[in-house]
Structure formats: structure tokens, C-alpha cells
């Protein structure tokens, strides 16, 4: 109401100033030039709440378009994000569960045939959101310790020692075992890498 009120009265302070110039100026060209602008004032003065309905309304149209438009991009990259941190999370757990299912599987074997105990085992796979065994798989590393290095551990089976023939080196050891773990878990050889604690990596890639 307080706008309205303004604009009627800048509206007849106009159309009194411009009655007191049209008074004041001589009866010459001049004086038509100035009622011509004095007319195109008046209407820009009437027209005006209406020019400025329309800039306020664009320009906040505007800021509010560019405004969604940024929330909506940071809104894409949070949820892209998000989905990332949840692949990587869910390949992680996937990983851990094939690593145990690995060593389970091959403990007990190692130990009968090479007196070998599995410390740990690594998988890195390839970017895909649910990888398989063995199809996905980068590669294997293991870590295995000889069983007479490990202190206190639990009896498995008796295990008998054949002292009359040579020990074989710990390459070609190596090099047996990954022949075995490659057979018996469907694997390409190249993937493997074995890693004996205290004696080096023999990953022969």
C-alpha cells in the first residue's frame, strides 16, 4: 500500500513540475521538444512498477534456476560419492572374504607338503563393483612362514621329515608352491606372488 501511495504521488509532482515548465518555456519549437520528453518521463513513471515486477520477477528467476542447477550438481557429486565409497567398501569386504576362503583352503595342505604356515593372504581385483573369483582377480600375494619359525603352534598332524634327502632350494620351493596354489585354485601362475618371511619375496613374475 505504501508503494502505491508513493507512485501516485510521484505522479502528480510530475504532471505539476511538467505543468510549471510548459508555462515557463516560450511558444517556440523548443517547447515541443520538451512536452515530447516530458510525455516519455510521464510514462516511464507510470510504467514503472510494472518494468520493475517484471526485472525482479527475471532476475529471480534467474538466480533461483542457477541456484537449483548448482544444488543439483553438488547433490550428483555427493551421490557419486557416496556410490564410490560404497563400491569400495562392498569389493573390500568381498576381498576379505575370498582371502579367508583362500587361506582355509590351502593351511592345511601347505603345512602336510611343505611345513608351510599362511600368515596372510592379499587380493587386488579389478574395478568392477562385485568382483569373482578368479575371473577378476589382479592378483594373489601370500605370506607364509616356515612352521618351525613360529614358535608355539598347535599340533595338525604328525608330520614326518625324510632327513636323507637334500632340502630343496627355497626358489624352487617357492616355485613348487605356486604350482600347487595355481592348480588348486584355477589361477594363472602370473597373478601369484609368494612372500617367505625372513627369506624375501619369490614372486617369479
Given at each position: ?60 528467476v ?53 611345513q ?16 569373482e ?16 619359525d ?32 595355481a592348480?588348486?585354485?584355477?589361477i ?8 617367505l ?9
Open positions: 500500500m505504501q508503494y502505491l501511495t508513493a507512485w501516485v504521488t510521484n505522479i502528480i509532482l510530475f504532471i505539476l513540475l511538467a505543468t510549471v515548465i510548459d508555462l515557463l518555456l516560450p511558444n517556440s519549437t523548443m517547447q515541443k521538444y520538451a512536452k515530447m520528453v516530458i510525455g516519455l518521463l510521464l510514462i516511464a513513471i507510470i510504467l514503472s512498477p510494472i518494468l520493475k515486477l517484471f526485472s525482479t520477477d527475471f532476475e529471480q534467474v538466480s533461483k534456476a542457477l541456484h537449483t542447477s548448482q544444488e543439483q550438481k553438488n547433490l550428483e557429486n555427493l551421490i557419486h560419492d557416496k556410490k564410490k565409497e560404497i563400491q569400495a567398501s562392498q569389493q573390500a569386504y568381498i576381498l576379505k572374504q575370498m582371502a579367508v576362503q583362500l587361506k582355509t583352503d590351502a593351511k592345511e595342505e601347505l603345512m602336510n607338503k611343505y608351510m604356515n599362511v600368515e596372510t593372504v592379499d587380493l587386488e581385483a579389478k574395478q568392477v563393483d562385485q568382483p573369483f578368479p575371473k577378476d582377480i589382479k592378483s594373489i600375494h601370500l605370506t607364509l612362514k616356515p612352521a618351525d613360529t614358535g608355539s603352534v598347535e599340533t595338525v598332524a604328525q608330520v614326518k621329515i625324510d632327513t636323507s634327502t637334500p632340502r630343496p632350494s627355497q626358489y624352487a620351493e617357492t616355485k613348487e608352491i605356486k604350482n600347487f596354489l592348480a588348486k585354485w584355477s594363472e601362475e602370473e597373478i601369484l606372488s609368494i612372500e618371511e625372513g627369506g624375501g619375496v619369490n614372486s617369479e613374475r
